[in-house]
């Protein structure tokens, strides 16, 4: 079975500041990593996925992400938050050859202007 | 959103009755998929489709069916809808099985 936890349900910070969301997987085999972000009553856009390779991927809207394999985990990161950055954010796991994504509970950041 | 429509976008309806949900597509993916929304839960997939006419079931696809007759449309049935039911239904498209999902704007159903 494989699984995703966002240990934060909410995440504050000050605009200008460092933004993290935390995430971290189980799953068998080689993983396939994703973060999604959800603004009020839209749906899920992508912001980026690591599939091999450089452990640092970069994304949409200055988002980063930092796979590390020894501690399972996807950290989402943006080094100067935007009020606009306020969403919901959502850390997703597939395996390989697998269709079948599994999400996390998701992480609502606040941004403070 | 990715080319991807969906309808009616708001519905509110008794326990009991069918509902059916559309998802339209302009990118000509093979691959659909919808999933639910709720709290706490994130997103959980209740049927894919691989192909018109092909198919299959997700993790929560108890109390609903799916069908795919064209390319771009993919439907949505709740045969007797129930409270727990009550969700956000997103639909979602991708190229290949192991391609990047991209979603919908959601359908927000109220059954009471």
């Known amino acids: 079975a494989q699984s995703v936890a966002q240990p934060e349900d909410q995440v504050n910070v000050a605009e200008g500041n460092p933004l993290t969301v935390k995430c971290t997987y189980s799953?068998?085999?080689?993983?396939?990593l994703f973060w999604y972000v959800q603004y009020p009553n839209r749906g899920l856009q992508f912001l980026l996925k690591y599939i091999t390779g450089d452990n640092l991927v970069k994304g949409s809207y200055g988002f980063e992400a930092e796979f590390n394999k020894s501690q399972t985990s996807f950290h989402l990161k943006k080094p100067s938050a935007l009020v606009s950055d306020s969403a919901l954010y959502f850390c997703?796991?597939?395996?390989?050859?697998?269709?079948?994504?599994?999400f996390g509970a998701g992480t609502t950041v606040t941004v403070r202007a | 959103d990715a080319g991807i429509t969906q309808s009616p976008r708001h519905k509110v309806t008794e326990t009991g009755t069918p509902v059916t949900l559309r998802c339209h597509q302009t990118e000509n993916h093979r691959y659909m998929y919808w999933y639910r929304q709720d709290p706490g839960h994130g997103l959980r997939l209740i049927h894919y489709s691989y192909g018109v006419k092909d198919t299959d079931k997700g993790e929560v696809s108890d109390g609903y069916s799916v069908s795919r007759s064209k390319t771009e449309d993919f439907l949505l049935t709740l045969e007797s809808a129930t409270s727990s039911q009550t969700s956000v239904y997103f639909c979602a498209i991708s190229e290949g099985l192991v391609e990047t999902q991209y979603f919908g704007p959601g359908t927000r159903l109220l059954v009471l």
């Open positions: 997703a796991v597939r395996k390989l050859d697998d269709y079948k994504l599994s």
């Open positions: 799953v068998s085999g080689n993983p396939y």
